[in-house]
């Protein structure tokens, strides 16, 4: 089975109650972002909205907001594609086992992409920008936004569909400088496929043709977020997991259709033609903000007949980009770590907003002859983990050593951090990456994309059992002295406002000065916070407060603290300054008046009674 389209897939969804309806008029501003974002909260359906006011085009969304429902639309794929990721980390599987991966290999050669050359759905007709549904998720967003986008570009110097690129870069549709109707905006990060494509088109002084497609089949918006592994096409990939291959051809402008898509955007950026993009709510919990990014003139915008347009909404996670995550660690597994020596596991820690905390756990080989009692080969694997694609883009990188528990969870937050602080050596575990780049979604550094990074890395044998409650008899002077228990051997403090990293240096400096004596026996990292009860009132508040709103270079003191030959360490507990600073962009606040109306719709008679 295969789904030929996105409309094949709602009605097969609806059919078996993964799918609702909501048919009440809706308002693409905020009013649609609420409804998902209320029912994805409830683990509820997916969304196709009839009626939206100012579009004559129906919408979906939360295709993706359960892995149970993932894992249905692609029920009948989903074990070759994991063999077929299997194979292509390591090829010599197939020696190995040539029965095992014989129907998978079947699968991959019948999804090369298909050309057609007959006239395909997708040119039906044509529209134009402002009359597609404008989305706007959060309050502070400069416009509408395409949030579920296939962003197809190719190489310049090697043309053709096997060396394009196809990746989910979010596109502003309207609001600042931009031309209706004639100019779009087009945001991506750093270590995109589509960066390389579009330096190299500026190399030469030629402008960049991108294709933007929305809908069609779920495996094409799945293929565009994941991390295949190098010389893996997503257009095959989509064609394999979709068991359809990828349907394309060229239009009379020399640009990549996607036959099967609901919606196709084309334009050109040229070189050094950039506007103001943003603000916009992204998936770390706080507003992106208004920075120069590539400007994409429209050509055309296609439509197939009866189209649906496919969104989704992002925010602090959990959010249905989370369980995209969960469906590419089922597709994956263990494919991730083989592409770097030693390293076992690796997780970047959704509720801390995915890039700024990475977990990792690796093999120590280096002396097999000796007990070991400090990290080795894992320092060398965490350097590769932060030179390898978007694992580069971690800020903290917490690493332990396999032999130390084999069955260390790296998906158990509390107890991989409670391993990590019962056998670190602050004296001596802390690396520090001070000026390198960082998420250019992250604001705790000090410009875009800028800021720090750091190891914290164990290995050896059990040092010390922590405090599972505040000790009695604990004093925290002032200006820092309301105390809570995160988790085992953390506490979280608050206090006074931050007010520059001038001042607070030397208040900072005269804190740890006045800790210097106190006995902190079985407690190992404190974390300063604008309001300790929320930071550490669960685990998913804790580690989005603290590692989200520091810069690790600017951020961690010490008790006792020392630097030696260059390097920082410290006696007694690290402390990281997770307070609010003045440059950080805004939280992703809710509208009252909105949510009011979800309420509406979750009353008996309203179209989600019994899901909200």
């Not at 501003?29 to 009626?51: K, Q, T, W």
């Not at 994409?296 to 649906?308: A, L, Q, S, T």
Request: negative net charge; contains cysteine; proline residues 6%.
């Amino acid at each position: 089975m295969g789904y030929k389209s996105l409309a094949e897939c709602v009605v097969d969804l609806e059919q078996h109650g993964h799918l609702i309806r909501i048919k009440e008029e809706v308002d693409p501003y905020l009013e649609m972002a609420a409804i998902h974002m209320r029912v994805f909260d409830a683990e509820g359906p997916a969304l196709y909205f009839e009626n939206i006011k100012g579009s004559e085009f129906p919408a979906v969304s939360n295709l993706f907001g359960t892995l149970d429902r993932s894992k249905f639309m692609f029920r009948d794929t989903l074990d070759h594609i994991k063999k077929l990721v299997d194979v292509k980390m390591d090829p010599t599987a197939v020696l190995k086992n040539p029965f095992k991966y014989l129907s998978s290999s079947a699968v991959a050669l019948g999804a090369l992409p298909w050309k057609k050359k007959s006239n395909a759905p997708i040119l039906y007709g044509k529209t134009e920008i402002s009359k597609l549904p404008q989305i706007v998720n959060w309050p502070m967003d400069g416009g509408a936004f395409v949030t579920m986008p296939q962003v197809y570009t190719e190489d310049i110097t090697k043309p053709g569909i096997m060396q394009a690129n196809l990746g989910m870069y979010r596109i502003q549709l309207s609001g600042n400088d931009y031309i209706q109707d004639k100019e779009i905006g087009l945001h991506y990060q750093l270590h995109r496929g589509i960066g390389i494509h579009q330096q190299k088109a500026n190399q030469l002084g030629r402008p960049l043709k991108v294709s933007v497609f929305i809908g069609g089949p779920p495996s094409h918006p799945l293929s565009a977020v994941m991390p295949l592994p190098e010389g893996l096409s997503e257009m095959i990939f989509a064609g394999a997991l979709g068991n359809r291959r990828f349907r394309y051809f060229y239009d009379n402008e020399g640009f990549c259709i996607s036959a099967d898509a609901d919606f196709v955007i084309t334009g050109t950026v040229y070189p050094n033609e950039n506007k103001p993009e943003g603000p916009f709510g992204d998936h770390i919990g706080y507003y992106s903000l208004t920075h120069p990014f590539p400007l994409m003139k429209v050509h055309n915008v296609y439509h197939k007949k009866n189209p649906i347009w496919s969104f989704t909404v992002v925010g602090r996670p959990p959010q249905e980009d989370t369980s995209f995550g969960n469906l590419i660690h089922e597709i994956t597994g263990a494919a991730i770590p083989k592409e770097i020596n030693g390293l076992q596991a690796v997780h970047a820690v959704d509720a801390a907003g995915v890039h700024p905390l990475l977990f990792a756990i690796g093999r120590e080989s280096y002396t097999p002859y000796q007990e070991v009692d400090r990290p080795q080969e894992i320092l060398t694997i965490a350097n590769q983990a932060l030179g390898k694609n978007q694992l580069s883009l971690a800020k903290y990188l917490f690493i332990a050593a396999i032999e130390d528990d084999p069955k260390l969870d790296i998906y158990d937050v509390s107890g991989f951090f409670k391993h990590m602080l019962e056998r670190i050596d602050l004296s001596r575990d802390l690396h520090f990456h001070t000026n390198t780049t960082i998420d250019t979604l992250d604001y705790s550094g000090d410009g875009l994309n800028a800021g720090s990074k750091v190891v914290f890395a164990a290995a050896g044998s059990k040092k010390r059992t922590l405090k599972t409650e505040i000790p009695v008899g604990l004093d925290i002077p002032r200006p820092f002295n309301n105390v809570k228990m995160a988790i085992p051997g953390i506490l979280v403090v608050d206090g006074a406002a931050f007010t520059t990293y001038e001042q607070e240096e030397i208040v900072m400096r005269n804190w740890c000065e006045a800790m210097k004596d106190i006995d902190f026996e079985g407690i190992q990292m404190i974390v300063l916070a604008d309001d300790a009860n929320f930071t550490a009132a669960n685990e998913n508040n804790f580690v989005w407060v603290t590692f989200t709103r520091s810069n690790p270079a600017y951020d961690i003191y010490g008790v006792n603290s020392f630097t030696k030959y260059k390097h920082w360490g410290c006696h007694g507990p690290f402390i990281i300054d997770a307070r609010r600073k003045p440059h950080h962009a805004p939280d992703l606040i809710k509208d009252p008046a909105v949510e009011k109306k979800v309420d509406a719709l979750g009353a008996k008679g309203g179209s989600l009674y019994g899901i909200i």
